[in-house]
């Protein structure tokens, strides 16, 4: 069975960086086509995808948030980081971490396959 | 950045009747990184279509997807009360990979 779980602080502060973790089960970083990719949604908002790692260590992030964004993964432990830097309220969220299980060229670049299998989400709140 | 734009926002039906949500993009999209999910409140979205067209694993056949371009839609069949969900499309084909803003589907 394919599962995701995400983890990370419930509370940060104003300009801390977040640091999130997604631990993968049931299949491995090291395959040849799977990525994984971070997608946020604010309370009662839509979703936002954030950053996608692929299989290569080939990494895709949002425009609006790349300076703030890293993603790389640890295969040994089956796990895929997001550090999310210069925290404030408006990132208040539940995060979610995502795997594509396989990607495509096209128009000269990788594109991942459709996010099939989804964590259960982690709220990460930031306040003083 | 591909903007998606999807109409309603909200749309109330009653189960049995048949429900059909469009997904606008400012750009074309190929069919083959056009995807819809369903989301259920507290939960995670789930995929249900993909490839524009093709149903997920262990998705029902009331729910369809059809489109190319820029405009795509899916279709539920005939609602049961289990559907009524806010739902998602999202192209992968251009970074980033961009949602829609969701259609809510309420029971009317």
């Known amino acids: 069975q394919v599962t995701l779980k995400e983890s990370g602080p419930v509370l940060v502060k104003p300009r801390e960086t977040l640091t999130l973790t997604c631990t993968v089960s049931?299949?491995?970083?090291?395959?040849?086509?799977?990525?994984v990719s971070w997608i946020r949604q604010p309370p009662g908002k839509a979703l936002e995808w954030l950053a996608h790692i692929f299989s290569s260590d080939e990494t895709s992030y949002s425009r609006s948030l790349k300076s703030r964004l890293t993603i790389y993964k640890d295969t040994s432990k089956s796990q895929v980081v997001l550090t999310m830097t210069n925290m404030d309220p408006v990132d208040t969220a539940t995060y979610y971490c995502?795997?594509?299980?396989?990607?495509?060229?096209?128009?000269?670049?990788?594109?991942?396959?459709?996010?099939?299998?989804w964590g259960q989400g982690t709220m990460v709140t930031v306040s003083s | 950045e591909i903007v998606l734009t999807q109409s309603p926002g909200t749309l109330s039906l009653s189960p049995g009747e048949r429900a059909t949500l469009s997904c606008r993009a400012s750009?074309?999209?190929?069919?083959?990184?056009l995807a819809w999910y369903q989301q259920k409140p507290g939960q995670a979205p789930r995929l249900l279509i993909y490839?524009?067209?093709r149903r997920a694993t262990g998705i029902p056949d009331r729910f369809s997807g059809s489109g190319s371009g820029t405009d795509f839609s899916l279709t539920i069949s005939r609602l049961e009360p289990d559907d009524f969900a806010v739902y998602y499309c999202q192209q992968h084909g251009s970074s980033p990979y961009t949602f829609g803003q969701g259609t809510k589907l309420q029971i009317k």
């Open positions: 049931g299949f491995s970083l090291s395959n040849s086509r799977m990525g």
């Open positions: 750009q074309s999209v190929s069919s083959s990184f």
């Open positions: 995502a795997r594509s299980p396989d990607y495509y060229y096209h128009n000269s670049g990788y594109y991942p396959d459709a996010f099939d299998v």
């Open positions: 490839g524009a067209s």
